[in-house]
Nanobody, 124 residues
Framework: QVQLVESGGGLVQAGGSLRLSCAASGRTFSRSAMGWFRQAPGKEREFVAGISWGGGITDYADSVKGRFTISRDNSKNTLYLRMNSLKPEDTAVYYC?????????????????WGQGTQVTVSS
């Protein structure tokens, strides 16, 4: 089993940066692909970024490509999302998720473990 806890969200002005962290427990973390998703009020959950179990393969939603960077430190059981050049459209609750498999996926249904979420608010 995997337990996930996000942190690092907050209020930031447009153009600013935030770094989200996701602390994971469970010995399966190092073999599990991970992802970040976000959900705004009244909107569907959307994929943000994914990373393979070893960190060598990453992918991003077109809306964040070039601005966000996903990474992981398996020795610390931690997933990260560096967010630069933030826009008001990035405002949402951000969730980290563990797939349970080794390859990354943009499909939320492929992820079996989810954190509680952390709020990111970008003001204009």
């Amino acid at each position: 089993q995997v337990q996930l806890v996000e942190s690092g969200g907050g209020l930031v002005q447009a153009g600013g940066s935030l770094r989200l962290s996701c602390a994971a427990s469970g010995r399966t973390f190092s073999r599990s692909a991970m992802g970040w998703f976000r959900q705004a009020p009244g909107k569907e959950r959307e994929f943000v970024a994914g990373i393979s179990w070893g960190g060598g393969i990453t992918d991003y939603a077109d809306s964040v490509k070039g601005r966000f960077t996903i990474s992981r430190d398996n020795s610390k059981n931690t997933l990260y999302l560096r967010m630069n050049s933030l826009k008001p459209e990035d405002t949402a609750v951000y969730y980290c998720a563990a797939r349970g498999g080794s390859s990354s996926s943009s499909n939320g249904n492929d992820y079996h473990y989810w954190g509680q979420g952390t709020q990111v608010t970008v003001s204009s």
